[in-house]
């Protein structure tokens, strides 16, 4: 059961460009999502967070829209840069429980390209 | 510099042969994750650890042992059980502490583990 789907596996854009990754998840007890950059062979860095109380949330030229009746998420990267290009991973946290506590379920990532 | 340390890179194991993957950190992070990436998939919980002396399962546990003796280190061993453990292997930690919500993760830098 994918909780978390980043529907499309890669985009193309070009630079200076709009780049807009998009993530739906099923579990409405989800109240933190995040997302990570990953570049080839190192490990995923953060990138932006979104408290489930908040519809959007903006650090320069990136920005996360959260609409919650829809369980959809969204990362606006504008303008986008070469060096944007890696792999985007959406991932969501739910409640924090004894047992569960802070673990995030990641979607499958989306490969995004920009050209020069 | 604080952050997380996996090593080795990169891993060569034999059919049959367990192999055992270090993580250390020295963020003062109360939890520890083991998450495992395929091609074209997202990240996919193994392990997670939220104090020392205790761990769960995450959802592809199957093949894969842990232990949490102390605060900074949470190795994983891939067992001879594990049918397809050719992967990059991330570990990751956050605070996840007792008192509250835990917040961004942090990962390492990834193991390759190949199985020849």
């Known amino acids: 059961d994918q909780q978390v789907k980043q529907n499309s596996p890669s985009l193309s854009v070009q630079e200076g460009r709009i780049s807009i990754l998009n993530c739906d998840y099923t579990?409405?007890?989800?109240?933190?999502f995040l997302w990570y950059k990953k570049y080839p062979a190192e490990g995923p860095t953060f990138l932006i967070s979104?408290?489930?109380?908040?519809d959007k949330n903006e650090d320069g030229r990136f920005t996360v829209f959260l609409n919650k009746s829809a369980k959809h998420l969204s990362l606006h990267i504008v303008p986008s840069q070469p060096g944007d290009s890696a792999v985007y991973f959406c991932?969501?946290?739910?409640?924090?429980?004894?047992?569960?506590?802070?673990?995030?379920?990641f979607g499958e990532g989306t490969q995004l390209t920009v050209n020069p | 510099d604080g952050g997380i340390t996996q090593s080795p890179k990169y891993l060569f194991r034999k059919e049959g042969q367990n192999v055992t993957l270090s993580c250390e950190q020295n963020?003062?992070?109360?939890?520890m994750y083991w998450y495992r990436q395929d091609p074209g998939q997202g990240l996919r919980l193994i392990y997670y650890?939220?104090?020392?002396?205790?761990?769960q399962k995450g959802d592809i546990a199957e093949g894969y042992s842990v232990s949490r003796e102390k605060k900074e280190s949470f190795p994983l061993t891939v067992t001879s059980a594990q049918k397809n453990p050719t992967a990059f292997y991330l570990c990751?930690?956050?605070?996840?502490?007792?008192?509250?919500?835990?917040?961004?993760?942090?990962f390492g830098e990834g193991s390759w583990l190949t199985v020849v």
């Open positions: 991932a969501a946290k739910g409640r924090w429980t004894e047992t569960s506590g802070s673990r995030l379920t």
């Open positions: 579990n409405s007890m989800f109240d933190y």
């Open positions: 979104i408290s489930s109380i908040k």
């Open positions: 963020l003062n992070h109360d939890a």
């Open positions: 650890s939220q104090i020392v002396n205790d761990f």
């Open positions: 990751a930690s956050n605070t996840g502490n007792l008192q509250g919500r835990g917040n961004t993760i942090y």
